[in-house]
């Protein structure tokens, strides 16, 4: 407990700066991270940036969870008929309890998506709707902040399709650029953790850098 006082960091954190230092760790909490849908894509990502260190995050979402998301999305049986923002909370809170979120139940739209995640400085682009996906890069993209987004993440097999292209300085694309999710190509968990899985390699490896040009160590 001393320790913990000592260092103002809790388990999980004291576990993360084993591999980051606590420096690094420090600056990674000092991003703030909106996730523009927590579904298949959204509540993995937020999973794996809560496990690299980050601790600041704008969650959106006005959906429920249904017994359809738990092929693929970090929802519980339990937790069917929750809002997905306040049950994906739950869990990201189990595991480091001392996260700042603030949670958006909340449609988003192209007109209200610049107020939603004003402040951010990334922002991970986890939608259904193409339309919906393109307005967000587009309110985002003339802005300091990092955008990450995914198309082309359907189906199963050829997994190495799914890959990270730097559109522009500030907006990565994740995705087979090809395969939607449908009906004949069905988004599951596999293919879409590792799209989820490399949007938020993409948060944390930029940061790392910028930290690094920094002058950090």
């Not at 739209?109 to 107020?115: H, I, V």
């Not at 799209?195 to 002058?215: C, W």
């Amino acid at each position: 407990m001393v320790e913990e006082e000592e260092n103002g960091m809790n388990v999980t954190e004291k576990g993360i700066a084993v591999y980051l230092g606590e420096e690094r760790l420090r600056y990674l909490q000092s991003v703030t991270v909106g996730i523009a849908g927590v579904g298949g894509l959204g509540s993995n990502c937020a999973l794996h940036l809560v496990r690299s260190g980050f601790k600041r995050f704008v969650l959106a979402d006005f959906d429920r969870v249904d017994a359809s998301n738990l092929n693929r999305q970090a929802y519980l049986p339990d937790q069917i008929g929750q809002l997905k923002v306040v049950a994906l909370s739950k869990t990201l809170l189990a595991l480091n309890p001392d996260l700042d979120l603030d949670l958006r139940t909340v449609n988003l739209s192209p007109e209200n998506m610049a107020a939603v995640f004003m402040g951010c400085d990334v922002v991970v682009e986890a939608l259904d709707e193409p339309l919906f996906k393109r307005a967000l890069v587009e309110t985002f993209l003339s802005t300091q902040a990092l955008v990450v987004a995914a198309s082309g993440i359907g189906g199963a097999g050829d997994s190495d399709t799914v890959v990270t292209r730097r559109v522009r300085e500030n907006f990565y694309l994740i995705g087979d650029m090809e395969t939607e999710c449908s009906m004949e190509h069905p988004p599951l968990a596999p293919k879409v953790a590792v799209a989820a899985a490399k949007q938020a390699d993409v948060v944390l490896s930029h940061y790392l850098n910028k930290y690094a040009r920094e002058g950090g160590e």
